[in-house]
């Protein structure tokens, strides 16, 4: 494992849809242990970014390195079991299954450990305890996770991308739609594992929560990167200040 | 979940519990097999609903006027017939199940085969574990009689490969120089006409008669413009068509729409129907088309003036519309009452030894059986003379001379 | 339960009891089997017909080239006929698993005619359209149901076994996490295939037990019953349907329920026309009032009373109530 | 070579009425996301109305069509009204197991009225042909491609053209935006499924031309109708006349040239083969279900 340079590096990514271009040559790069901010205006192609990153779309061209490495096809099961998870918009949670259970089913493990006869083995269960305890939600255990209100899934969704104990997490409007105890609440939890030594790179739309988390913060606008530095840099550039208001 | 899990198991237990309680609690039959002066009830499993469903209904209506007839002069030996129908869906797994509840459930004296030889076999199967005899009248294709099964009685003049035979008969009848110089044998894939149209393949082979085609049409087939497009570009002197009724008029429609014109058209199954052939291809298309049966309601038959008049006086309707197959069944009916004369006893195992020996005499002509139920005899020629079917072969029965060649469609 | 359906046949039973107790087993197991694929899964499959069609014609095909003899030898062909089958579904899982949702049910369904295309086609191996004769045991009249009763009983409980694991292990999560949400799973590091092969070898393996078993019982197949992809295929889901998807026992109790119903109307209602029509109704009926099952409606309503169910409503309330307070509520939660 | 020309000539003529039957599959798949499982039946009523129309007011099948379509789409109407709304839980699911119910159904009323027996019409002009350079072109064949096609062009113009055609395109593209631009959905789904059985109301009339049928003819005409949809790719018209071709070409070559026991084998075939290379059928879309 190479320990200098970017987590992840993307370079010159370019996605289509039909005559849209979605992403247009977007470089960008996550340093090691910081929470990244990804900013920009809608339809700047942020969430096509994320999709592409974690493998969920294939991108016509350009390269994605992910801790030195190229990746060459990215896959949203390789990504993640090469330490790279993310969350959703809306919050994907296993609706019709237990909540412990969605953290176990995260629990990585490959090869003939599948065809055991329990779920998962007692260290398992007691980190995704743990993790339920952290985010609150451990009287919900054996609820059904559809059963949860949408703030409970954002943060269940949250908890269930650590399981694979990540080193960079990719977080999708993590605040929309939820309320500020549970902005709190995950504010807090970011902190704490930031503070652990994870990464982040973070979508979001609500400017005082990136603001006060994520440094640098990196602008998009029509499929490219149009700024990126600290917080109070790009609050007083023009051209991010255009891009917002010109749309 | 643990807790829910046990009530669970609970529930579902006294669920099963009813359904077993349900099941048992039915109400026992009154057995009948011991007395020997009670009715005589017999058994019949017949398609109402599914594939076979069109012919499963003519089989009914058969037996059933076997039955009143036989109670109107006092039954047999005198024991009332009563019959007990139940409806099987064209299906082998619900055949079983019929049979199985009238032996060991009803215990009835006795039990008749279904339509179909495909539910024929499933069903005699479970009647020879019980001893039962099988005596069935729609069941004659080859599969049923190669199960080499003691209980089974086919009761017709022929099976489905020796009926067609009257054909190869007429055929080699002929002078050399009007016999067909090349045959084509276009055939559906059935357990009854196809092994008949192979049959009669390989006679005609045999005889020096040239195969110029011969294929096997699945039966999901609803468009034979293409078979019958082949056919006419091999131009054959004969066609011998292993038909059964819907796609035997697919084929005629095919050839007069291709103006396709053969000098001699048999088809096993399809033109024997004097309704529904003449309705489904034109009655001014029929002339000159050649199919074999074992029975039509005008056959020179011991007593099938006096079935037919009964039938027309129980169900109404014209003599043409009574199906082949309700004469097969009515003769199962009457095999039964030849036993109980000729022995005085009507147990199971007496109807098998009885008769798969000798030959006996009924509306759809004498039957007489090999050991396992085969019949021996074979069919008779119709042909469609000015609009109405006729028998033409063997000479001894013909109402008129076989007509050839086949014109040109009109 | 399972000890309690063994010695059914010993509570003096009749045969033709027995006789229905064994189809409805088959239905029972051809439910489970299904609930595979079909319920843990959420890969609606209509193709346990064909495999259930294969192995019955596989006992057919054996009895024909191998003389195994006609006695207890069969039963233990069925489970090596099961795994062969399994096998087999592997190849016919890699095309039908290029397609998910609607599509696949229509690529399953058109596994079921091209099967039974082959059946009657291939007449040098099945015997084309009159199919294969099976050499009846010769089990005495009392005793011949009992024994396949148990042969039948057999193939449920390895299949009811099965599911059982399913449940409660690793794979099984990964199939429940299939069925919620495929492209999530693969995103939690979920390898998707273990799982969908799993359940689709798994379901065919036990279907065409089921097939073998039946085979030998009716001894005779022939292709349109081997491969029916009318009531037989849409039995097994009604079944599966009515008495729960997804739950353990719910095929089992659709079975109960439904096959010696089934049975007995069209038995005793013999002369009635509208044998068709009243399955729609009771198809429709559950469909409309029923559509989570018996199990499940009962599971739910016993779950509701329980107290530890309480307090999960009860907290769910107050941290609802506390999510609206200022957050706009998202029209759908997915 | 002639044989070659006539069997692509019959090919063609029976793919036009298919294509007619699957479009109405299409429609609804497009506008419900459900596969209509009784398209077949509603064909096979479409049949028996044309029937009856003939043999008992002499009314020619052709113009039987003027009936079997709107009576075909109070049908449709009316079950998706009654039995398909109602779905709540699993409606996609349970939906397809609904209409198979409703096939059943519709069989046994069927059976119930005309009986099991095989019928056919057999109007004056059935068995004609025109002789066109040395082929033979039925003439009911030939008319009834014509008229399926000038159907399948109303249907276009109708869904291109129209409000009506305008809604079911916005609800098949997405349901929830068409809720927001003031489109009533649930009578869109209603009108559209109505619609789709219309179609096979049409095609049934002259279905039973062409060939004979029985209540239990649709089980065979769904199998080939699905295959068709999956060929041609879910939810496209383009697809569906594709398939249908396809479909009704291979089988009358193949029937001809070879032989007819394996007609339908080269179709499915064709099907694995799209189905391994291009899942989403010839002229079907991949679906962003990824996101």
New interface residues.
């Given amino acids: 494992m190479s320990v200098d340079g970017p987590l992840l590096e993307i370079d010159a990514l370019r996605k289509r849809f039909g005559g849209i271009v979605a992403v247009d040559g977007c470089s960008f790069s996550v340093e090691r242990g910081s929470i990244t901010g990804l900013i920009g205006p809608n339809g700047s192609g942020k969430t096509t970014v994320l999709n592409m990153l974690?493998?969920?779309l294939a991108s016509d061209s350009g390269s994605i390195r992910f801790d030195g490495k190229r990746v060459a096809r990215p896959?949203?099961?390789t990504?993640?079991?090469g330490g790279m998870?993310?969350t959703?918009q809306?919050?994907?949670?296993?609706?019709?299954?237990d909540v412990l259970?969605n953290l176990?089913?995260?629990a990585?493990?490959?090869g003939l450990?599948?065809?055991?006869?329990?779920?998962?083995n007692r260290a398992t269960v007691d980190y995704a305890m743990t993790l339920l305890d952290e985010f609150k939600l451990t009287?919900?255990a054996?609820?059904k996770a559809?059963?949860?209100?949408?703030?409970?899934?954002k943060l269940l969704e949250f908890a269930?991308?650590l399981?694979?104990k990540p080193r960079l997490v990719l977080l999708d409007e993590p605040t929309?739609?939820?309320?500020?105890?549970?902005v709190d609440l995950m504010t807090e939890r970011i902190r704490e594992f930031h503070a652990k030594g994870l990464t982040f790179l973070i979508v979001e739309h609500n400017m005082e929560f990136v603001m006060s988390l994520c440094d640098p913060i990196v602008v998009l606008d029509h499929g490219k990167q149009l700024f990126a530095g600290a917080p109070d840099d790009v609050q007083q550039n023009q051209l991010v200040l255009d891009a917002y208001l010109g749309d | 979940m643990l807790?829910?899990g046990t009530?669970?198991?609970s529930?579902?237990?006294a669920?099963?519990l009813c359904?077993?309680v349900?099941?048992?609690g039915?109400p026992a039959p009154t057995s009948s097999s011991a007395a020997t002066k009670g009715p005589l009830t017999i058994g019949i499993s017949?398609s109402?609903?599914g594939?076979f469903s069109n012919t499963g209904k003519a089989a009914q209506l058969g037996y059933q006027l076997w039955a009143s007839q036989v109670n109107a002069k006092g039954g047999v030996l005198g024991r009332q017939v009563q019959l007990?129908?139940?409806?099987?869906?064209s299906?082998?797994?619900?055949v079983?199940?019929?049979y199985?509840?009238f032996?060991?459930?009803d215990n009835v004296d006795l039990v008749f085969g279904p339509y179909s030889?495909?539910l024929t076999?499933?069903a005699a199967?479970v009647a020879?574990?019980?001893?039962y005899a099988f005596v069935e009248g729609a069941g004659n294709?080859?599969?049923v009689f190669?199960?080499h099964l003691p209980n089974l009685i086919d009761a017709g003049p022929a099976t489905a490969i020796n009926g067609a035979q009257v054909w190869g008969d007429y055929i080699l009848s002929l002078p050399a120089d009007q016999r067909p110089k090349t045959a084509a044998y276009p055939s559906l894939?059935?357990?009854f006409s196809?092994p008949a149209a192979a049959a009669l393949q390989a006679r005609f082979e045999a005889a020096g008669i040239k195969t110029v085609y011969s294929q096997?049409y699945?039966?999901e087939t609803t468009s034979l413009g293409g078979v019958i497009a082949k056919v006419a570009s091999t131009n054959p002197d004969m066609v011998v068509s292993g038909s059964q009724d819907a796609d035997g008029w697919a084929q005629v429609q095919a050839m007069i729409q291709q103006k396709f014109n053969p000098q001699f058209l048999f088809m096993t199954n399809g033109p024997e129907n004097p309704v529904d052939f003449p309705k489904n291809v034109g009655a001014q298309n029929t002339q000159g088309i050649f199919t074999s049966d074992v029975w039509t309601y005008n056959a020179p038959i011991p007593g099938n003036t006096a079935f037919v008049q009964a039938y027309i006086a129980k169900f109404g309707g014209d003599p043409s519309q009574i199906d082949s197959t309700s004469a097969q069944t009515y003769a199962v009916g009457q095999l039964i009452e030849a036993v109980a004369a000729k022995t005085g006893k009507i147990d199971n195992a007496t109807i098998i030894a009885t008769l798969h020996q000798g030959s006996y005499q009924t509306v759809v002509g004498v039957v007489s059986v090999d050991q396992y139920g085969a019949p021996k005899g074979s069919q008779f020629l119709e042909e469609w003379i000015g609009g109405t079917l006729t028998i033409v072969y063997p000479p001894n029965i013909a109402e008129h001379a076989p007509v050839i060649p086949k014109p040109v469609w009109p | 339960?399972i000890a309690?359906l063994a010695l059914?046949p010993f509570s003096g039973?009749?045969?033709?009891?027995v006789?229905?107790g064994i189809?409805t087993l088959m239905y029972a197991a051809l439910g489970s089997a299904w609930n595979l694929i079909g319920g843990y899964t959420g890969y609606?499959s209509l193709g346990s017909v064909a495999f259930f069609g294969l192995g019955a014609y596989g006992l057919a095909l054996t009895f024909q080239h191998i003389g195994i003899g006609n006695g207890f030898l069969p039963f233990a062909l069925v489970p090596i006929i099961g795994i062969a089958v399994a096998i087999v579904s592997v190849p016919i899982g890699w095309?039908a698993f290029?397609?998910?949702?609607?599509?696949f049910?229509?690529?399953t369904?058109?596994l079921v005619?091209?099967l039974q295309?082959m059946a009657?086609?291939l007449?040098d191996i099945t015997?084309?359209?009159?199919?294969l004769?099976v050499p009846?045991a010769p089990f005495p009249?009392g005793a011949?149901?009992e024994y396949f009763y148990w042969a039948m009983l057999g193939v449920f409980a390895v299949t009811l076994l099965a599911c059982a694991?399913v449940r409660?292990?690793?794979?099984?999560?990964?199939m429940?996490?299939v069925?919620?949400?495929e492209?999530?799973?693969?995103?939690?590091?979920?390898?998707?295939s273990?799982p969908k092969y799993a359940a689709f070898a798994g379901c065919a393996a036990f279907s065409a037990m089921a097939g073998a078993v039946?085979a030998y019982?009716?001894?005779?197949v022939?292709p349109?019953?081997a491969f029916?992809?009318?009531?037989l295929a849409?039995g097994i889901?009604?079944v599966a349907?009515l008495g729960g998807i997804?739950t353990l026992?719910g095929p089992?109790?659709g079975a109960?329920?439904l096959t010696?119903a089934q049975?007995?109307f069209?038995?005793?209602?013999?002369?009635?026309?509208?044998?068709?029509?009243?399955?729609?109704?009771v198809?429709?009926v559950v469909?409309?009032f029923l559509?989570?099952g018996?199990?499940t409606t009962?599971?739910d309503r016993?779950?509701r009373r329980?107290r530890?169910r309480k307090?999960?409503v009860e907290?769910?309330a107050t941290?609802?109530s506390?999510?609206?307070?200022?957050?706009?509520?998202?029209?759908?939660?997915? | 070579m002639h044989l070659f020309i006539q069997a692509i000539i019959l090919g063609v003529l029976t793919g036009g009425l298919y294509a007619l039957m699957t479009s109405g599959l299409t429609l609804t798949?497009g506008t419900m996301?459900?596969?209509n499982m009784a398209q077949g039946v509603f064909v096979v009523c479409g049949a028996y109305i044309g029937f009856t129309l003939f043999n008992y007011l002499h009314i020619d099948p052709f113009l039987s069509i003027l009936v079997s379509t709107p009576l075909l789409f109070a049908i449709g109407f009316t079950l998706q009204t009654f039995?398909l709304k109602?779905?709540?839980?699993?409606a996609?699911?349970?939906s397809?197991?609904?209409t198979?119910?409703?096939a059943?159904?519709l069989?046994?009323?069927l059976?119930?009225i005309f009986g099991t027996d095989f019928r056919g019409i057999l109007t004056t002009y059935q068995n004609s042909s025109w002789t066109i350079a040395g082929y033979e072109i039925p003439v009911v064949r030939a008319l009834a491609f014509l008229l399926s096609v000038a159907i399948l062009v109303g249907m276009y113009l109708l869904l291109t053209r129209t409000k009506f055609g305008r809604s079911v395109r916005a609800v098949s593209q997405r349901e929830?935006a068409a809720k927001l631009l003031g489109v009533n959905t649930d009578r869109t789904a209603a009108l559209a499924f109505g619609l789709g059985a219309a179609t096979a109301g049409a095609a049934g009339a002259m279905f039973g031309l062409v060939s004979s049928f029985d209540p239990a003819s649709h089980?065979d005409l769904i199998?080939r109708l699905?295959?068709i949809?999956?060929i041609g790719g879910?939810g496209s018209n383009a697809g569906a006349i594709a398939g249908a071709v396809i479909l009704a070409l291979s089988e009358s070559l193949v029937q001809a040239e070879l032989s007819p026991?394996?007609s339908?084998?080269p179709f499915?075939v064709l099907?694995?083969i799209v189905?391994?290379a291009r899942?989403?059928?010839l002229f079907g879309v991949r679906a962003r279900?990824?996101?």
């Fill in positions: 974690s493998g969920y896959d949203p099961t990504m993640y079991r998870s993310r959703f809306r919050a994907r949670v296993l609706p019709e299954i259970d176990l089913v995260a990585p493990k490959r450990a599948v065809w055991g006869m329990s779920k998962a009287r919900l054996e609820a559809g059963e949860l209100s949408y703030g409970q899934q269930t991308v399981m694979g929309a739609g939820v309320n500020h105890v549970m | 807790s829910t009530r669970l198991r529930w579902i237990l669920i099963g359904v077993g349900a099941a048992c039915t017949v109402l609903t594939d007990t129908f139940a409806d099987d869906a299906s082998p797994t619900q079983v199940t019929n199985q509840n032996i060991s459930r030889s495909l076999l499933a199967k020879n574990r019980y001893g294709g080859p599969s190669a199960a894939d059935d357990p196809q096997i699945p039966a | 339960m309690a059914f039973a009749e045969s033709w009891i006789n229905i189809f609606v095309i290029r397609t998910r949702g609607l599509p049910i229509i690529v369904i058109s005619i091209i295309y009657l086609n007449t015997g084309g359209a009159p199919g004769q009846q009249p011949y149901e694991y409660r292990s690793r794979l099984g999560l990964m429940f996490a069925r919620e949400d492209d999530k799973a693969r995103g939690l590091g979920v390898a998707t273990v039946w019982y009716l001894s005779t022939y349109q019953f029916d992809g009318e009531f849409m889901i009604l349907y997804g026992w089992f109790v109960a329920i010696p049975q007995y069209a038995y005793s209602l013999g002369g009635s026309q509208l044998y068709l029509i009243a399955y729609a109704a198809f429709i469909m409309l559509p989570r018996v199990v009962i599971a016993a779950l329980s530890r307090q999960v907290e769910l941290a609802e506390e999510a609206l307070r200022d957050a706009p509520a998202p029209a759908v939660a997915r | 798949f996301r459900i596969i039995l109602p779905l709540r839980h699993d996609h699911r349970l397809l197991l609904m198979w119910a409703m059943i159904g069989e046994g009323i059976s119930f929830s089980y199998g699905l295959a949809c999956v879910l026991a394996w339908s084998v499915y099907l694995i189905l391994i899942p989403q059928g279900g990824a996101i």
